[in-house]
């Protein structure tokens, strides 16, 4: 039995049907089941990472849980990620495979590596997988570019490497079904850097339009961001992120490579797959 919180999220919902395509018994944490839209395959409970105890229930028999952290204030995370990992280790010990952020060696302080610390801490197997940016985190200019192909953002240079989503979700299986990732870290990017602004054009050219890229500066989305994230601290670190990978772009791993055996989808291929997202 392997549980998948976030279940219902970007790269929880691929990880679920993932794990079911393979056979896999799968038990998915959502605080609203009856919205949680998965297969019938799949267990769907409640519970809430907030209330930790509410996932106790559930853990009986796991072999292993994915893990996505739903908090991103760093006071919050210290007081509930020790408690989260606690309750995972009395079921048994199952292993663990968290989504991290490639940011959190560097910024000791953030959740993300709160959430490391913790799990590795408590004792458990673990894996963590660091992304780069996601590159679902596009679809927040979806309906620019479906109200007027025009995209208004900051730091359009910004070179990223991001990485599909499924590329992500695939490595998570990789790591929840066998022993052979634990107690690594793998840094899981796309293939190449490809700046915010060309994003914009690889879209147009996935969806047959000639689409717009607007800098903005980066104040003006600021309050929009932090409402997003729901953290103006978040949406800084986010803002000053973005802000370095115009001089330094981000780094470029072969991590997906070295865990799939095959090369990272390209944000090309990323913008295929979500055709209609921007339509």
Do not use: C, K
Request: hydrophobic fraction near 50%; glycine fraction near 8%.
């Amino acid at each position: 039995m392997i549980v998948v919180t976030g279940a219902t999220g970007n790269v929880g919902r691929r990880v679920v049907q993932r794990l079911v395509a393979a056979g896999h018994d799968v038990r998915a944490i959502t605080r609203d089941p009856a919205r949680a839209g998965l297969a019938p395959e799949v267990d769907v409970v409640a519970a809430d990472l907030a209330d930790p105890e509410t996932l106790r229930p559930h853990l009986h028999g796991v072999d292993a849980v994915f893990l996505i952290w739903p908090f991103v204030d760093a006071a919050t995370t210290s007081q509930l990620a020790p408690r989260v990992a606690d309750v995972l280790a009395a079921a048994g010990s199952p292993r663990v495979v968290y989504v991290s952020a490639a940011s959190a060696e560097a910024d000791p302080g953030s959740f993300w590596a709160v959430v490391e610390r913790a799990v590795i801490a408590s004792g458990l197997p673990w894996t963590m997988l660091r992304p780069t940016g996601i590159a679902t985190n596009t679809l927040g200019w979806a309906p620019s570019i479906r109200a007027e192909g025009v995209v208004r953002w900051p730091y359009g240079a910004a070179a990223r490497s991001v990485v599909h989503e499924d590329d992500i979700a695939a490595v998570a299986v990789e790591a929840l079904t066998t022993d052979r990732h634990d107690r690594q870290t793998y840094v899981l990017s796309g293939p190449e850097t490809v700046s915010q602004a060309e994003q914009v054009h690889i879209i147009g050219g996935a969806i047959g339009r000639d689409l717009q890229w607007q800098d903005v500066p980066a104040q003006a989305v600021r309050p929009m961001l932090a409402a997003a994230m729901g953290s103006p601290a978040f949406a800084d670190a986010a803002l000053a992120g973005w802000a370095a990978f115009v001089d330094e772009p981000e780094q470029v791993t072969d991590d997906v490579a070295a865990v799939l055996g095959r090369p990272a989808r390209t944000f090309s291929q990323w913008a295929a797959d979500h055709v209609a997202d921007f339509v």
